[in-house]
């Protein structure tokens, strides 16, 4: 059985759907969980106390936590939190980035101003707060963390420039930060999940998000949190289903030095046949 004990996480986003999930399930495997959430809406506006609930649910299961309401995009607000979990439990070994927000329009009718936000909140917000995490399990030689990638990132959807290019950012993040934290035992992975949250209401029929809750998500992230988890690997779930995406290549075909335009071309099915492709990586 994987636990936690002993074992300092923090969640971002931990508020409700999926985030709530995944922190009373590390506490109920005994880690002491920093629940961060800002409390906002769907589209990251406004602020409330969400965080101060689950960190309830997991006291009143005789658990461990703390709550955080500092957004994921303010880098002073992230190193507090930081600074708050080791003030509390001494250690950090688990940071599950899973904040984030929504702001949906076809990419001629979007705003910029609505494609930044959607970017700072989870890239940067990402990026921030395992840049504050980093140094602590670097030290400590010990560290796991899980980016939130997507479908809509790794495939595209229509209406989600903003967050699909925001979702495949991150796995870029998460192939440099494998390599970086391999030899201090700091372990970089991404979760792509499809699940029934208030970010996904609307946009799928329900009788298909009736069979996506959250909770057929939280197996998937328990494992690449634990000690046996592997390191820079895109772990695909959806309602109890599991499978590993990977970027692959095709065999190279020699075209020469002199190649042309034309040449590419004339050599395209051959060079675009992904029969005998391997992942890279």
């Known amino acids: 059985m994987i636990s936690f004990a002993g074992k300092t996480a923090i969640v971002t986003g931990a508020g409700g759907g999926l985030g709530r999930c995944y922190a009373l399930e590390l506490a109920r495997r005994g880690a002491r969980v920093v629940v ?8 990251g506006r406004g602020s409330g106390t969400a965080a101060d609930a689950v960190v309830a649910e997991i006291v009143a299961m005789g658990g461990e936590a703390i709550a955080n309401r500092a957004s994921v995009t303010d880098r002073a607000g992230v190193a507090a939190m930081v600074e708050q979990a080791m003030s509390a439990f001494g250690r950090i070994d688990i940071l599950v980035n ?15 101003d609505d494609a930044q936000a959607v970017l700072d909140v989870h890239l940067m917000g990402a990026f921030n707060c395992t840049k504050a995490v980093w140094p602590v399990m670097m030290e400590q030689e010990y560290g796991r963390i899980v980016m939130t990638t997507s479908p809509s990132g790794l495939y595209g959807n229509f209406g989600q420039a903003n967050y699909g290019a925001a979702k495949m950012g991150l796995v ?10 391999a030899k201090r035992h700091v372990h970089v992975n991404a979760i792509s999940p499809v699940a029934a949250t208030r970010m996904t209401a ?10 996506l809750g959250p909770e057929h998500i939280v197996p998937g992230v328990v494992y690449l949190c634990s000690e046996g988890a592997p390191s820079g ?9 599991f499978s590993l995406a990977a970027i ?12 042309s335009a034309d040449d590419v071309a004339a050599q395209w099915e051959r060079i675009a046949d992904l029969t005998n492709a391997r992942p890279r990586g």
């Open 172 to 181: 870029g993040l998460m192939n440099t930060l494998r390599i970086e934290g």
């Open 36 to 43: 961060n959430d800002l409390g906002g809406a769907a589209d």
């Open 248 to 259: 692959v290549e095709s065999p190279w075909v020699e075209l020469g030095p002199q190649a």
């Open 233 to 241: 690997a895109i772990l695909q779930a959806a309602g109890g289903s």
């Open 202 to 211: 609307g946009l799928m029929p329900q009788e298909q998000l009736d069979k």
């Open 98 to 112: 899973n904040a984030g927000i929504l702001r949906d329009k076809s990419f001629m009718k979007m705003e910029l």
